[in-house]
């Protein structure tokens, strides 16, 4: 028979020896299921719950620096009220009457309110005076020969710098001291070094 198989092209039998597979037990295959299903349940627990804090962290940004484009062109306005109010001499602000005191009062008025109303938004005026020199707050203009302060101080303010929360919409413009009492520290420290070499 097996001649007659091979006649005909096909193949004999072979008898596969069977192997014993061993028997999983079904307690351990669902306790692993489990331990698995409850880590997969855990992370996507954590991955929501950070989700959820980077959105909320997301919309508190967006409701303070939402205006922030709005806040910044408003500056612009601010500043040239401002100007208005300094080209106008003390004596003709004490001594004016009439249309020009209405005048100057309105313009006062104005800048107040605009001030009011950025503060109101969260646009605050960043200090400048007398404070260290910042670069991610000031812009410096100019030095100043001071030996009276620190150098690196700020000791002009050309332009009043602001700030919405923690973001500088726009920074002081300000001139700062050059060797001042720093400088001098820092020489007295160095005079036994010869720098000549």
């Not at 009062?105 to 109303?117: K, N, S, V």
């Not at 303010?157 to 400088?183: D, Y």
Request: proline residues 6%.
């Amino acid at each position: 028979m097996s001649d007659e198989n091979a006649a005909q092209g096909e193949t004999p039998e072979t008898e596969i020896p069977e192997t014993e597979t061993p028997e999983v037990d079904p307690v351990e295959t669902l306790m692993a299921e489990n331990a698995e299903l409850k880590d997969r349940v855990l992370r996507t627990h954590a991955e929501m719950e950070n989700l959820r804090k980077r959105t909320e962290r997301d919309v508190a940004d967006t409701r303070s620096y939402a205006i922030a484009g709005f806040a910044r062109d408003m500056l612009t306005a601010t500043d040239a009220l401002s100007r208005a109010l300094m080209v106008i001499p003390e004596d003709v602000r004490e001594t004016a009457d009439g249309s020009l005191k209405s005048l100057i009062d309105g313009i006062e008025l104005a800048d107040r309110e605009m001030q009011r109303l950025l503060a109101k938004h969260g646009v605050k005026p960043i200090e400048a005076a007398g404070q260290k020199f910042d670069p991610h707050k000031h812009q410096a203009m100019f030095e100043v020969p001071n030996p009276n302060v620190p150098e690196g101080t700020v000791v002009q303010v050309v332009q009043t710098g602001f700030a919405i929360g923690e973001r500088v919409l726009r920074p002081a413009m300000v001139g700062i001291a050059k060797g001042g009492a720093a400088a001098a520290a820092e020489g007295d420290d160095a005079e036994g070094v010869d720098k000549n070499a």
